[in-house]
């Protein structure tokens, strides 16, 4: 099956994200993660959770989106009596992980606008990398899908292969070479050309 073919049997291919802001500004608080990390006596330890977030509104529910991410000093191999090398890119590395909630009276409006949540999703994540890579090397990006009623949808569930189509089709977007893995964790996008496991999609 084609993946146009999937993306309209388990919902609106062409379905528009909301409307959607960020609740503080993502330099600001990647600066303020720097000075975070700089300050711990092994600056190599990862470091956080710190979230950084967005709000998107429907007409009928507020959805917040987070990333919360884990920070620290990226490592540079140093071989004897070699002069010291430079790292390529920002000295910081992190990996994030992404979760949305909906505030909403109406049951059913999770069910009924999640092709419009994941592609708003995409587009904040998109928006989150490309401002937070200034900053930070980041390694690998978690999606969990979330079941209709509590924790998480198995990726073979309908939300879970509606999140791996968004994936597969919106991955080249991000800057760069990246890999989406599936694994127990849910859908692990991971910066890089990798080879190997459950490969989903790459860029």
């Known amino acids: 099956m084609k993946l146009t073919d999937l993306l309209y049997e388990i919902g609106d291919a062409s379905a528009k994200p909301f409307n959607w ?11 303020q993660f720097i000075v975070g990390i700089d300050k711990r006596t092994n600056s190599r330890d990862w470091i956080g959770p710190i979230k950084f977030g967005y709000t998107a509104h429907s007409n009928k529910a507020q959805y917040d989106i987070t ?32 979760s949305f909630t909906v505030d909403s009276s109406d049951e059913d409006t999770n069910m009924n606008e999640q092709y419009s949540v994941m592609a708003t999703v995409i587009e904040c994540v998109e928006d989150f990398v490309k401002k937070a890579s200034k900053y930070f090397v980041i390694k690998e990006i978690t ?17 879970g292969r509606l999140y791996m189509a968004y994936v597969k089709r919106n991955i080249s977007k991000l800057p760069g070479k990246w890999t989406a893995y599936a694994n127990s964790e849910g859908i692990v996008i991971k910066n890089g050309d990798w080879t190997g496991g459950d490969i989903v999609a790459k860029s």
């Open 143 to 159: 999606i969990n899908p979330k079941s209709d009623t509590s924790g998480d949808a198995a990726l073979d569930s309908k939300r």
């Open 21 to 31: 802001s960020v609740n503080r500004s993502i330099d600001l608080v990647s600066k």
């Open 67 to 98: 990333m919360e991410a884990m920070g620290r000093k990226r490592m540079v191999l140093q071989l004897p009596g070699k002069p010291k090398r430079k790292s390529e890119g920002p000295d910081y590395e992190m990996e994030v992980w992404i």
